[in-house]
């Protein structure tokens, strides 16, 4: 079976081909550049360098967030129209899970962090044993100090991961001697680690969709929202 990933739900884009098991190929862009500019560059480049074409995928994958609102909303809206011309099953994979699939083969406690804006972050934690992660707490937007107090918590050894890290790096990195930060490489959002929270989930027969029913995880509100009911609730109290 052959698996098209797909993750534009952070700053980094990536588009990955994965079979059986086997990662076929991976192309990840961490720039500036919006993602409706790279990503189907890069699905073109990627499909030419593995010598495949999209009538031998056989399952789509793609994260579905939390993260960027607008980046999410591309990649799903490619899979979308890829799975609606070729008729192809989905599986989603949100941003929390697919990064710790970028440490699954270790024996750690992995917390995932995205930044949510203002002193908030999305986090989950998950139990690595080597194999397919095991969730111990779903995922919550959290204020950094309360993740810092869970986190200080949790026993054994503790790896905090993704571009969350970025940005509260000072505040996170002498927490204690259990306590770890990832590698900037394994920082990155990945289409690979899409590919394989996918493959782990069809088998499973979890979180399988058609080009209908596949739908974004938001968790909040996007701020030109939260802006635009302030303003109509400003607008209510002026009348």
């Known amino acids: 079976m052959i698996i098209l990933g797909l993750d534009t739900s952070t700053r980094a884009a990536s588009v990955a081909l994965w079979s059986d098991g086997d990662l076929l190929g991976e192309l990840v862009i961490n720039d500036k550049r919006t993602h409706s500019q790279k990503l189907m560059p890069m699905l073109e480049n990627l499909f030419q360098l593995a010598n495949i074409s999209i009538d031998d995928v056989d399952l789509l994958a793609v994260c579905i ?23 192809l099953p989905i599986v989603g994979v949100n941003s929390l899970e697919s990064l710790a699939y970028n440490l699954s083969d270790g024996k750690a406690r992995l917390v995932p962090i995205l930044d949510a804006q203002g002193s908030q972050v999305y986090s989950a934690i998950y139990e690595s044993s080597g194999q397919a992660p095991e969730i111990l707490r779903d995922i919550r937007v959290v204020d950094i100090d309360n993740l810092i107090e869970e986190v200080r918590g949790l026993d054994g050894k503790i790896i905090l991961l993704g571009e969350g890290i970025n940005k509260y790096r000072d505040r996170l990195k002498d927490l204690g001697p259990n306590i770890n930060l990832a590698s900037s490489n394994t920082n990155v959002s990945r289409a690979a680690s899409v590919c394989a929270c996918a493959s782990h989930k069809y088998k499973k027969g979890q979180d399988i969709h058609t080009c209908y029913d596949i739908l974004p995880m938001y968790i909040r509100k996007s701020q030109a929202e939260v802006q635009y009911e302030e303003k109509q609730r400003a607008m209510k109290n002026d009348l």
């Open 65 to 87: 967030g939390p993260g960027s609102f607008t980046g999410i909303r591309i990649a799903v809206a490619t899979v979308k129209a890829l799975g609606h011309v070729r008729n």
